[in-house]
């Protein structure tokens, strides 16, 4: 398979990883092709391969003013410090013995999960993340991580981590996102539901995201995956199957970067 039907499918997943495996293929696209108008056709095809999220986006954006291999290298150096950074200021979120929620699969969320299991013992709740299922990759990553327990729920059961002594209570939720916009952050589907549950419990949410999760797009396009996914085809039945929801800031703790953990009104003034 070809690195856009690798996206498209979700072989290739996550906002970060999506971008680095697009950087990777243009840089030999370009040994071949060259930065002319088939590179710019190329970086046309990688962008309508997933839409809403905003780190391709920008990154491409930014190789269009520089067409040179030095800068895709550039590039792909940023995104991994900033991971790095993200990961070791993230890691102070999480004390000894809490119980982390998290929800999809994230590798900037669990590089704060990883790092903090470095020195501190705790557990994580991964929620399963229908209808593909990526918080099973989730947990397998972690359970694979020492000092780290690993319990893997249903997404309706979410809750129960709030208030129920059947699943431990959640000390803290740290989720990844795709972009972070005016009108709040774009994440997995079933972010939004997570946010508000906590808000009502008192739960701190936290979001991770690089600087190159800044959205300043005019319009941004919810990605609509096909109906399958969810179920096969029942007669006079429309299944609709969005890959995101947008999750106002004011359900919103806090925002891990690489240069610190951001209030909302933060990310807003470097929006505007």
Request: with cysteine; proline share 3%.
């Amino acid at each position: 398979m070809s690195v856009i039907q690798d996206i498209k499918s979700l072989k290739i997943q996550g906002a970060k990883e999506i971008a680095t495996a697009s950087l990777r293929h243009l840089k030999k696209f370009s040994r071949i092709h060259g930065f002319g108008h088939e590179f710019d056709k190329e970086c046309k095809k990688l962008l309508s391969a997933r839409s809403t999220a905003v780190v391709l986006y920008n990154v491409i954006n930014e190789l269009r003013r520089d067409k040179r291999k030095e800068t895709i290298d550039k590039l792909l150096a940023e995104l991994d410090k900033a991971t790095e950074l993200i990961a070791a200021t993230g890691q102070q979120l999480i004390k000894r013995g809490y119980h982390v929620h998290t929800h999809c699969h994230s590798s900037e969320a669990l590089a704060v999960i990883k790092e903090a299991a470095k020195k501190k013992k705790f557990s994580v709740i991964a929620d399963i993340t229908m209808p593909r299922q990526q918080g099973i990759k989730t947990a397998k990553e972690l359970a694979k991580i020492k000092n780290i327990s690993v319990t893997l729920i249903e997404d309706n059961a979410a809750t129960l981590a709030f208030t129920d002594p059947v699943i431990p209570k959640d000390d803290i939720i740290i989720v990844g996102c795709d972009a972070m916009r005016k009108e709040g952050v774009i994440n997995k589907i079933g972010t939004y539901f997570l946010a508000l549950a906590a808000s009502e419990s008192n739960i701190p949410f936290y979001v991770v995201g690089s600087k190159f999760k800044i959205d300043k797009r005019k319009k941004v396009k919810i990605e609509i995956r096909p109906p399958s996914e969810v179920y096969k085809k029942i007669r006079g039945v429309k299944i609709i199957n969005p890959a995101f929801d947008i999750t106002p800031w004011r359900y919103i703790t806090g925002v891990v970067m690489e240069d610190g953990i951001k209030k909302p009104k933060d990310i807003l003034a470097i929006l505007r």
